[in-house]
């Protein structure tokens, strides 16, 4: 009976590997570059926006820098940027606001060096709802900025894997 539970054991260690040797497609964040690109130069009307400061932080976790243009692979343009807030549910004993929706959209477009244009103009959206909490410490103006930052982080690093699906070699060739 030991040696069945040994050989058992075995196995599913063997089993185990066997299925992750099979994900050859994941990579811990920061070890392995996806993108074909290794230098770009970001533009955003508004460089102190948390959108800007997300992006760049995720641009370096897959081992690209952001350079001057002259030095870039790629330009990426982020345009228009804008939040955007709606209330979702009121309470309708008191009439105060229950719940809270904030929104972010964006445009990117993807150019090469020479000013080509890799990728189209897509305009990209994200939302996220929160309640407000009457008995908490932090006043709503502190949440929503919080969650503005959150809703950029979430934006920012969507944006990346948005990027690894446009085909670099062939400008025009879009994979969307």
């Not at 230098?39 to 370096?60: G, H, I, K």
């Not at 976790?61 to 330009?75: D, F, M, P, S, T």
Request: charge should be negative; glycine fraction near 6%; proline fraction near 5%.
């Amino acid at each position: 009976m030991r040696r069945f539970e040994q050989l058992l054991r075995s196995s599913l260690v063997l089993g185990f590997v066997v299925i992750l040797s099979g994900c050859g497609g994941w990579y811990l964040r920061g070890t392995e570059n996806p993108l074909p690109i290794k230098r770009v130069f970001v533009t955003l009307p508004a460089a102190n926006s948390y959108l800007y400061s997300w992006f760049v932080t995720q641009l370096s976790y897959n081992n690209v820098q952001v350079v001057a243009r002259a030095q870039a692979e790629a330009v990426i343009e982020l345009r228009n940027e804008q939040y955007d807030r709606r209330v979702l549910s009121v309470d309708p004993d008191t009439g105060k606001v229950r719940e809270v929706e904030l929104g972010l959209q964006v445009e990117m477009t993807v150019r090469g060096p020479t000013g080509d244009l890799i990728s189209p103009p897509e305009t990209v959206s994200w939302v996220k709802d929160f309640v407000f909490d009457e008995a908490s410490l932090l006043g709503t103006e502190e949440v929503e900025i919080t969650l503005r930052s959150k809703l950029a982080e979430d934006a920012a690093r969507a944006l990346i894997i948005r990027l690894e699906t446009i085909d670099f070699k062939h400008p025009g060739a879009d994979a969307s």
